[in-house]
């Protein structure tokens, strides 16, 4: 009775595993997609908002590259995975900000109308997007993260449209850069939290694992279990 128990609570979370590789393969390719068309319509208009949006998409993109990649792999892969992608997030960061630099110092013009289209396409790719992850929320924490980050990008859309009604109306630049600074300050500040959790649960899954082979017996076992519980909670802090 135990191991028929086992066996198919064994085959419900390969079940698990394989929809949500579905979700993560369908929501990978419309942010590839969404990350080529907005970088190439925010290059041509002029537009930080856009640029800044668009490697929000490639962002996601390797987010979710990267969770299906961790999907059957361990704590340690998992915290490797989320250092990477702190790591790119950081990079498209300040690529960002240093766009909005140069741009400032110069007289090109932003097209308010190619932001606004542009910005609802990738708003409808987002909500799609957003509806498919939604029952995959409580998983676990690589595709609650996974969420999460499909929940802020509905925000920045919105953001990229506002931009676009605030250059039409106003004539100007300004709204499209401060929304374009903004995103890129999201990144670097979501870069940094990220780093510095992948780190800890790293340096925490080594001290764990150097304890485990330091020692042999029962007596290894409590300060183990106490290490992982440790591990367990800083999750559940990432998750809140």
């Given at each position: ?90 990079a498209f960061g300040i690529f960002v900000l240093g766009q909005a630099a140069w741009k400032l110092g110069g007289s090109a013009e ?38 999460l980050c499909s929940r802020n990008d509905l925000v920045a859309n919105t953001a990229v449209l506002g931009a676009a009604a605030l ?74």
């Open positions: 009775m135990a191991d028929s128990c086992c066996e198919g609570k064994s085959d419900e979370l390969v079940g698990l595993r394989e929809k949500q590789a579905r979700v993560l393969w369908i929501v990978l390719a419309v942010n590839a997609v969404l990350f080529v068309a907005e970088f190439i319509v925010g290059w041509a208009a002029h537009s930080t908002a856009l640029l800044a949006d668009s490697l929000d998409m490639l962002g996601d993109a390797l987010v979710y590259a990267f969770s299906l990649w961790v999907l059957h792999r361990g704590t340690r892969w998992r915290a490797r995975a989320a250092l990477s992608k702190g790591l790119v997030q950081a932003v097209d308010a109308s190619a932001m606004g289209v542009m910005g609802m396409l990738a708003l409808a790719g987002n909500s799609w997007c957003f509806y498919l992850l939604w029952s995959h929320r409580s998983d676990d924490l690589n595709m609650r993260s996974t969420w250059v039409a109306l106003l004539n100007s630049k300004w709204p499209d850069v401060i929304v374009g600074v903004a995103i890129a300050a999201l990144f670097l500040r979501t870069a940094v939290t990220v780093i510095g959790e992948a780190r800890r649960e790293l340096a925490e899954h080594k001290r764990v694992s150097v304890g485990v082979q330091g020692c042999r017996g029962r007596a290894c076992l409590r300060p183990a279990v106490a290490a992982q519980d440790q591990v367990i909670r800083l999750r559940y802090r990432v998750e809140q």
